[in-house]
């Protein structure tokens, strides 16, 4: 259905800056080491429509299924086509298209940057959250819930998103990049976190939860402490149970691998990979994982009524799975953290942390520091 042909663009967002004012997706693969663009939305697919005869489906969802703050007005659950997908792979540009043959102005990027200032302080909104939040877990309602901060960055104009994309891709080797630009409005962000990927008849799960914020001095030993340290190990093994459980409830031969550690730019994570065998497709097994307690609670449901009551800010696609989903089904979906939204010149930046029991307030505002960093540092 698609044709193809090979590009040799000097400037590979000369594809995403083409398409000035469509909606458009990015998506970069650092494990495939590959990216895909997509632009001009060829077909929005129905609950359970086969995805048959499209080269790549990009979904979508929110974190929670109702949307009210403007911010994330058309920013859907939805499954989407484009006409023309960009994927670039070992130093190979190769255009799909459907209907008309595009060229394409390669201009050479100048790269911009970005003055910003941080209009809101949030530490008192924070702490009334956190102690609502930790007599939850003290009178033992929840044991873990992943509190979020929403901060509002002015730009003074609006910054050109591909600028901010490159800048993702250059700083965060090993994380996915996604973008996601619609009308005047563009969602991304670097994400260490993949919440699901199929290959075949394999379901691979990724635990990612607890963390250390880097520091040069004392890394190996501050490392190998971290590795052991008790109140990151609860927070993470809430993890690996819950997905663990999913993974028996609905699969076959669930295995859990070692725990090991996930370097990202400014900070470390315990990460737990797990696998189980199913036919079931890719979809089907993102609703069932969403939200993990890495980025809800548990027990669920309270965890997520905490978050819905409490939280000042609408989360939107914050912490929601993206995802790439190519002709055979196969497929990554990541969490949307570490991320901002921009809306002409401001950007609404993201970040949250897991509590647990023996959780600091202040420390976990600090984490919550250096997880914004990963956006920030992109101006
Ligand atoms: C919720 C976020 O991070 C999650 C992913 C890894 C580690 C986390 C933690 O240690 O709290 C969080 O669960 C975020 O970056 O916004």
């Given at each position: 259905m698609y044709k193809e042909k090979s590009l040799n663009l000097n400037n590979i967002?000369?594809?995403?800056?083409?398409?000035?004012?469509?909606?458009?997706?990015?998506?970069?693969n650092p494990n495939e080491k590959e990216i895909i663009m997509g632009a001009k939305r060829l077909k929005t697919f129905k609950h359970n429509e086969s995805f048959d005869g499209y080269k790549y489906i990009f979904s979508t969802k929110t974190f929670f299924d109702n949307v009210k703050d403007s911010i994330w007005n058309d920013f859907k659950s939805e499954n989407i086509a484009f006409s023309y997908?960009?994927?670039?792979?070992?130093?190979?540009?190769?255009?799909?298209?459907q209907g008309i043959d595009r060229k394409f102005c390669d201009n050479t990027m100048d790269e911009e940057y970005y003055n910003y200032t941080l209009t809101n302080t949030d530490y008192d909104d924070w702490k009334e959250l956190f102690n609502i939040s930790y007599d939850k877990i003290l009178t033992k309602k929840i044991n873990k819930v992943v509190l979020s901060r929403e901060v509002i960055v002015d730009l003074s104009k609006r910054p050109r998103e591909e600028c901010i994309i490159k800048r993702l891709i250059d700083n965060n080797s090993g994380n996915f990049i996604f973008a996601y630009s619609k009308g005047n409005k563009c969602f991304l962000g670097a994400t260490p976190e993949i919440l699901l990927e199929k290959k075949k008849n394999k379901i691979i799960s990724h635990a990612v939860a607890g963390t250390l914020l880097k520091d040069k001095k004392n890394d190996s030993k501050n490392r190998e402490e971290?590795?052991?340290?008790?109140?990151?190990?609860?927070?993470?093994?809430l993890v690996v149970s819950t997905i663990k459980k999913t993974l028996e409830k609905y699969g076959n031969n669930t295995y859990v691998s070692k725990r090991k550690l996930l370097e990202a730019k400014n900070l470390y994570h315990l990460h737990t990979e797990l696998l189980t065998d199913s036919t079931d497709d890719i979809i089907t097994?993102?609703?069932?994982?969403?939200?993990?307690?890495?980025?809800?609670?548990t027990p669920r449901d309270i965890a997520l009524e905490i978050i819905r009551k409490h939280e000042t800010h609408e989360r939107g696609m914050y912490a929601s799975?993206?995802?790439l989903i190519d002709e055979s089904g196969n497929g990554v979906f990541v969490v949307g953290i570490r991320s901002g939204m921009i809306e002409d010149d401001k950007l609404y930046g993201y970040a949250g942390c897991g509590i647990v029991k023996n959780s600091d307030c202040e420390k976990e505002y600090i984490e919550t520091e250096g997880k914004l960093k990963t956006i920030l540092e992109c101006l």
């Open positions: 967002f000369s594809f995403w800056n083409d398409f000035q004012d469509e909606e458009k997706f990015l998506f970069y997908y960009l994927k670039i792979k070992d130093n190979k540009q190769t255009l799909y298209y971290f590795l052991k340290d008790e109140k990151n190990s609860h927070e993470h093994d097994w993102r609703d069932r994982l969403h939200p993990t307690p890495a980025l809800g609670g799975p993206i995802g």
